[in-house]
Nanobody
Framework: QVRLVESGGGLVQPGGSLRLSCVVF????????MAWYRQPPGKQRELVASITNGGSTDYADSVKGRFTISRDNARSTVYLRMNSLKPEDTAIYYC???????WGQGTQVSVSS
């Protein structure tokens, strides 16, 4: 059984940065396409970024140029580096594995002065 555990969320001022981490336990992480989703307050969950096992990436238009997704297969970890954060980036951020249809528990990111 696959388990995803996120960390790294918190409260940050506009223009600040955070790095989220997601460790995958229990399966062959290196072959998975992974993604970060987010759910802003009162809104639907939306795709933020994805990364294939080969390292190809894709981003939502709203975060292009500010966010970077990466992975470390040796550590079974996927990261989301978030720069130039805006109040509209406030959301619960979730890690997702497409191959196993598995979600993490989420980590709260709040951007406010």
């Amino acid at each position: 059984q696959v388990r995803l555990v996120e960390s790294g969320g918190g409260l940050v001022q506009p223009g600040g940065s955070l790095r989220l981490s997601c460790v995958v336990f229990g399966s062959s992480f290196s072959i998975y396409t992974m993604a970060w989703y987010r759910q802003p307050p009162g809104k639907q969950r939306e795709l933020v970024a994805s990364i294939t096992n080969g390292g190809s990436t894709d981003y939502a238009d709203s975060v292009k140029g500010r966010f970077t997704i990466s992975r470390d297969n040796a550590r079974s970890t996927v990261y989301l580096r978030m720069n130039s954060l805006k109040p509209e980036d406030t959301a619960i951020y979730y890690c997702y594995s497409y191959a196993t249809d598995s979600w993490g528990q989420g980590t709260q990111v709040s951007v406010s002065s």
